[in-house]
């Protein structure tokens, strides 16, 4: 363990594309560092990183996982991301608390959806990067075509501090453009790579030198004395090229260009000492700022905390793992402070105290206690109660509250149930528990269709929900796709007679009313009036005639679904001085709205959804007339800040419940979209008769 000082940390997260390599990286530099005595591989199921069953049957990471390693003396926090765009919230919340983002870009796919992503939140962030350009083994792998597209899509960021040895099969290493030295992979034997540095071979010489004096003159702009110097024509030390190249990197306004193969393990140590050179520690970040809570003022007061042992505690829940058998693990960034294991945090988020057992440093699914954790790290704890992810933990004395964490809205939506009878309670507890582990699952009842609704990022992401509902907690679920929420109402004015009269030997039954049924205007909701005079129907009885209709209304007279937008108006009738009572009116208004109803020329309505599409301009006649195709009409068109194409559509309900799927196709994952209810429209004819037909079939079979 390296002794604990705050410059000598440095938390980094591995983003990008999913397949880009970023596990296999991971372990790589896990056992490059002496961390792992063996090298574990992606398809084989055994890295330190993807050790959840879920990830190891699909092969892809599905969460962020902790590891960390010691590499001249320097203490590594790595947080090994998700690359697949329904689990990218998982990628964010890692980048939230690193100090530093390492992209990792395939060799043959170059520039991918999720690499764009990872750099917005990288930017969003700002935080320092580097790219690691990987898979140079691979067959078509190409530095030199990746290198032109990162400069095409993000600018002119990017600065070479390496050049690949060899092409594809025939990768045998690196060109470093500081040292001006190759460092030769050495093939065969056991253990790890062994590298001899030699001269640059006579082939490459060239454009390394091409290279070595573009990044010299790129990070001479960062020291007036050294840009002097070079332009005097001196040249300039390697200790002198490092220093600016620290400068300019720290200060995000350079992104080097590493290359290698995780999986030969080409490549990988230059990147640690990269890391423990040139990237960002705790200590030369800015103060973090928070809310403070100590004053109960009613305006926010924002203040700084300085990342320092000395400041009061504070710290970021941005993981929590449930574990049905031994409660949830909360991962968690200490901003200042320090906490000892068998003691008190104050959980500000929910105003909650908590006792803190053991703390834990995370290498993988490895639980390695810690007696305490000080500000810059990052660990783990078990069975903190009331604590989820976005929470802030902090001293209960100098109470502060984090940025609230931002989730986009799930828009993949299913329609679940348990497969066994008398499960409802266990899915109920199963689904909280997945909730408090991942803050993007929705779950609500449909309140129209009476389903309960699980809502995810994409098909991917509720599968695996499924999963672990299956596997972690035992319940089998049942699947569907969501029912609509249809609604029926009127177009005429009609008066429509309610009778209910039953004598069966002794007290009989009767309720007798007259009602007039008239269309109301979109979304104005149902009225009920009473013009009862003269006591034709008694006081008492009138409230039973409007709970009949308003049991009657719940299902429509066309194919079942409520009836909405509808004024009626109780306004005659008559009544049994023995006979009469509530339930006898209740019927007999509940037999008036059905006949009214019928009479009444009754329609269907479908939910319209106001949809927001965010897409690149190239994608954009490709949306319209996919939105079309869905009986939706445009209404209008604006440019994003970004410079993207925003298209605003209504759209049926019907039409966009795997709209996702729909987006990412057309657009290669690239569109975005939001969707909130607009209002109810008639149901074209000829799909009316299609919902009534299979409506009509269910309540047969039933």
């Known amino acids: 363990m390296v002794d604990y000082d705050l410059s000598k940390l440095r938390n980094i997260a591995l983003v990008g594309h999913g397949d880009s390599g970023k596990t296999s990286l991971a372990e790589a530099m896990l056992y490059d560092s002496g961390m792992i005595n063996r090298l574990g591989r992606v398809e084989q199921g055994n890295t330190t990183t993807d050790y959840d069953p879920r990830e190891i049957k699909k092969g892809i990471s599905i969460h962020s996982t902790l590891a960390y390693t010691d590499w001249k ?10 690359g697949y765009l329904d689990f990218i919230t998982d990628a964010k919340l890692g980048l939230r608390v690193a100090d530093n983002a390492i992209l990792v ?17 990288s930017e969003e962030y700002q935080l320092p990067r580097a790219i690691f350009i990987n898979k140079m083994d691979r067959e078509r792998a190409d530095f030199y075509r990746v290198k032109d597209s990162l400069n095409q899509v993000f600018g002119p960021w990017f600065l070479p501090l390496q050049l690949p040895l060899g092409k594809e099969e025939n990768f ?23 590298f ?40 300039l030390t390697d200790e002198e090229v490092v220093a600016c190249l620290k400068k300019g990197v720290k200060e995000r306004k350079i992104v080097p260009i590493l290359c290698g193969s995780a999986t030969m393990n080409v490549g990988v140590e230059p990147l640690l000492d990269f890391v423990a050179e040139y990237l960002l520690s705790p200590a030369e970040k800015p103060p973090v700022k928070v809310q403070n809570l100590k004053n ?40 200042s402070g320090k906490l000892a294991e068998d003691s008190n945090v104050y959980n ?35 069975k903190l109660k009331n604590t989820t992810t976005g929470d802030t933990l902090c001293d209960k004395e100098n109470p502060v509250v984090f940025e609230k964490i931002t989730y986009p809205e799930p828009l993949m939506l299913l329609a679940i149930s348990p497969k066994t009878k008398g499960d409802e309670d266990k899915l109920s507890t199963a689904l909280s528990r997945i909730i408090d582990e991942d803050p993007t699952v929705k779950i609500y009842r449909d309140e129209d269709t009476g389903e309960t609704i699980l809502a995810g990022m994409g098909e991917s992401h509720l599968e695996v929900i499924i999963e672990t509902l299956e596997s972690k907690f035992g319940v089998g679920v049942e699947r569907s796709t969501p029912k609509v929420g249809y609604k029926e109402t009127i177009r005429k004015k009609v008066q429509a007679e309610g009778k209910y009269k039953k004598q069966s030997g002794g007290r009989g039954q009767y309720g007798h009313c007259w009602l007039e049924l008239e269309p109301k205007g979109k979304g104005e909701g149902f009225e009920f009036v009473d013009k009862i005079v003269g006591g034709v129907i008694p006081r008492q009885y009138r409230p039973a005639v409007e709970k009949g209709v308003i049991e009657a209304m719940e299902k429509g007279v066309v194919a079942g679904y409520p009836t909405i937008d509808v004024k009626v108006t109780l306004f005659d009738g008559s009544y049994h001085p023995v006979d009469s009572s509530e339930m006898a009116f209740k019927i007999a208004g509940s ?20 949809i927001e599409v965010t897409v690149p ?18 209404i209008g068109m604006e440019e994003s800040a970004s410079g993207k194409q925003i298209i605003k559509a209504k759209v049926p309900q019907a039409e966009i419940f795997k709209y996702t799927i729909d987006l990412r196709s057309i657009t290669q994952g690239r569109g975005t979209f939001t969707l909130k209810f607009s209002h109810y429209e008639e149901v074209p004819f000829n799909i009316a008769q299609e919902i009534i037909t299979q409506a009509k079939k269910e309540e047969e079979v039933e």
Do not use: H
């Not at 490459?204 to 290279?211: C, F, G, T």
């Open 172 to 194: 045998q290493g690196l060109v470093d453009l500081i040292k001006m030295k190759a460092l030769v992979y050495q093939k065969g034997g056991e253990g790890k790579p062994v």
């Open 196 to 235: 001899k540095e030699e001269e640059i071979p006579a082939d490459l010489l060239a454009p390394a030198q091409e290279y070595r004096k573009e990044l010299i003159e790129r990070v001479v702009e960062f020291d007036d004395g050294l840009m002097m110097k070079y332009l005097e024509g001196e040249a």
């Open 105 to 121: 870009v395939c060799g043959v796919s170059g520039v991918e959806v999720q690499t764009e992503k990872v750099w917005e939140f």
């Open 591 to 610: 037999l008036a709205l059905k006949k009214g109803a019928a009479q009444a020329d009754p329609f269907l309505l479908e939910p319209i959804m106001d």
């Open 348 to 382: 500000s988020s929910k105003g909650v105290d908590n006792k803190v057992g053991k703390i834990y440093k995370m290498q993988g699914k490895n639980q390695c206690p810690i007696p305490e954790v000080y500000a810059g790290d990052i660990a783990a704890v078990a």
């Open 296 to 335: 109960s003022l009613e305006e926010k007061e924002i203040i700084e905390i300085p990342n320092s042992v000395n400041s009061p505690f504070s710290a970021l829940v941005f993981k929590t793992i449930a574990d049905p058998y031994v409660g949830n693990l909360t991962y968690f960034r200490v901003y």
């Open 73 to 82: 003396e320097k203490r590594i926090n790595i947080i090994d991301t998700p």
């Open 617 to 634: 301009k190239e994608y954009m006649g490709d949306i319209i007339g996919d939105l079309n195709s869905k009986r939706g009409r445009i």
